[in-house]
């Protein structure tokens, strides 16, 4: 690090003191090398009347005035639940990403350098107002020279720079956290900073957002539930960002809703639906999905039948099948109240370690999950449930990646859009049957055999080789040279698989070895005993397959 580098975090690290002290926040850095030193600015920083407010409100004010970076980091802060107290984290949810503009000269200047052409021979108007400004970039009104309508979202200049110096800083706070911090463990802080740094690098690659954009809108084209606006490619980098132009009621604004006829039930309901095909259908699903960022179609023919439309796809979430798979099952055991299919399931996606009792972990989940049921089911958030839930079992070595916890968050959001809609809205009435069905498409026979004709070509492919190797193979047994080698991490997984219940895994692999020991001795065998005309050996091979993979069928 440059001199004049170290010299400029040293004076944005005192600014942040000073704020924090004039915010009656210094507590967060008791024990800290620079904690040692803030009564030398107590005299001069603080500000009367600060202890009264909440902490969580202290604190959202005390990253306004830090700057727009830190408002990010606030809002990314704010989706994970499973570390803040529940009044920090609400209150670091009302944290508003407005930040003044930049001039639009700049930003023609910073659109001509990401699209290498002259506004005016991209645009046949271009509004140098901007529509809206946030801290990495803001959006300008533009129309192209075949007459429609558009926007152009445009990077800040420098923000780069700045990101970039504001993440070293959270890093080396996230040291002293991590060595001072009496719940570092708990806490997590370099892992909350990696988070935080791959969601604004991730913000900062607008073409990367416009390809989430137009995935999304493929997946959804035609669809009476969600519209997803066009991206204009050759009018996008990785700085610009150009799409068409939509209109609509952003979807907390009841009296507007009201006043255009909406029918906000069956919006509501439409909302709950939407996000469950998004995430167990798609496995793609906006996961920045607060009202500002998804609105109502304003067209008065929709009135009875309302549809969304989504904007702002910087940050969009996947799971891995295997998350997919155990959390569509966690929420089907919570709607048939099943805490022991609910503990064991957290065991078998290797969510918390194999050890831990079933027992213990039912009769946690049982006192989360059973005063919810004593509600009406109108008032029943699944999304709290599954926030409570996190954290009951982190008391049990709970692992999460952060994809989880982004779509915790976003599941929280589309539940309180919901409810405002709709007080009375029975979100688990909603989701039930989505989930059911795309259950039973997922894992049937017709998608299981459209997976296996997929993965046909590959196994054809390396069929020609396995008589080779398992004739290699069988050598090197007969003349004792055969070793297996097994690291003691993988022994460890295979003691985990069998331990935690999750058999069928180990079933599948079975039923698949078996399968190819039968194509292969089908192939070798010439002569010898044959049942309906396939070789013994190769028939008792091929039905032990099948066996293997009942076994491994899924089932509930």
């Known amino acids: 690090m440059s001199p004049l580098r170290g010299a400029r975090g040293s004076w944005r690290a005192l600014g942040i003191a000073r704020v924090l002290l004039r915010h009656r926040l210094d507590a967060l850095l008791e024990g800290t090398a620079v904690g040692r030193w803030l009564w030398l600015l107590k005299p001069v920083t603080r500000r009367k009347g600060a202890a009264d407010l909440p902490r969580g409100q202290r604190l959202r004010l005390a990253l306004q005035e830090l700057g727009p970076i830190f408002v990010k980091f ?114 997590r802080p370099q892992e909350v900073v990696s988070e935080i740094e ?5 913000e900062l690659d607008l073409q990367r957002e416009g390809a989430n954009a137009s995935l999304m809108r493929r997946t959804w084209e035609g669809s009476d539930e969600l519209y997803v606006p066009e991206v204009f490619w050759t009018h996008t980098s990785e700085s610009v960002l150009t799409m068409e132009r939509v209109r609509g009621i952003p979807s907390d604004d009841v009296a507007a809703l009201d006043a255009a006829g909406i029918d906000r039930k069956a919006l509501a309901a439409r909302g709950v639906r939407v996000f469950y095909t ?15 960022n998804i609105w109502v179609d304003l067209d008065p023919a929709r009135k009875a039948n309302p549809r969304f439309i989504a904007i702002d796809f910087g940050i969009v979430g996947q799971l891995t099948r295997q998350d997919q798979y155990y959390l569509a099952e966690n929420f089907m055991a919570i ?59 982190q008391r049990y070595e709970l692992t999460l990646q952060p994809q989880l916890i982004l779509l915790q968050k976003t599941l929280l959001n589309i539940e309180g859009v919901g409810r405002l809609l709709d007080p009375k809205l029975d979100i688990w009435a909603e989701a039930r049957p989505v989930l059911e069905k795309i259950l039973r498409e997922r894992y049937s026979p017709a998608t299981l055999g459209a997976e296996f004709r997929k993965r046909l070509p590959e196994l054809v492919t390396h069929a020609p080789d396995m008589p080779r190797l398992l004739h ?52 070798l065998e010439a002569g010898g005993p044959q049942f309906w005309g396939i070789p013994a050996a190769a028939a008792i091979a091929g039905l032990g397959a099948f066996g293997a993979f009942l076994a491994a069928w899924p089932r509930r």
């Not at 990495?136 to 720079?161: S, T």
């Not at 050890?355 to 989360?368: F, G, H, K, N, Y």
């Not at 193979?473 to 460890?492: K, N, P, T, W, Y």
């Open 335 to 393: 709607f048939q109240r099943d805490y022991r299919r609910i503990a064991e399931l957290h065991i078998e996606a290797g969510w918390m370690p194999d050890t831990v009792r079933i027992d213990e972990l039912e009769a946690a989940t049982r006192a989360v999950c059973e005063p919810y049921f004593t509600r009406p089911l109108s008032e029943i958030s699944l999304g709290e449930v599954l926030v409570k839930l996190f954290k009951t079992a």
């Open 472 to 523: 290699e193979f069988l050598v090197q047994q007969v003349r004792g040279r055969h070793s297996i080698h097994m690291r003691s991490e993988d022994l460890a997984e295979l003691a985990r698989i069998s331990r935690a219940g999750q058999r069928q895994t180990v079933y599948a692999i079975l039923g698949t070895g078996l399968m190819i020991v039968a194509a292969v001795l089908y192939a």
């Open 278 to 292: 998004q995430v167990f259908r798609d496995n793609f699903f906006h996961a920045d999905a607060h009202a500002g």
């Open 74 to 187: 606030g809002q990314v802060l704010s989706t994970r639940r499973d570390l803040l107290p529940p009044d920090v984290a609400e209150e670091l949810s009302l944290l508003q990403d407005r930040v003044a503009p930049f001039p639009g000269e700049q930003a023609r200047a910073r659109i001509e350098l990401g699209l290498g052409r002259p506004v005016a021979e991209l645009f046949a108007e271009f509004e140098p107002t901007p529509l809206a400004s946030a801290s990495i970039a803001q959006v300008h009104a533009a129309r192209l020279h075949d007459g429609r309508e558009v926007v152009v979202k445009v990077l800040r200049p420098g923000i780069r720079q700045r990101i970039a110096e504001d993440i070293d800083l959270l890093r080396t706070l996230a040291a002293l956290a991590d060595r001072h911090h009496p719940s570092a463990d708990k806490i």
């Open 198 to 202: 791959s969601t604004l690098y991730a």
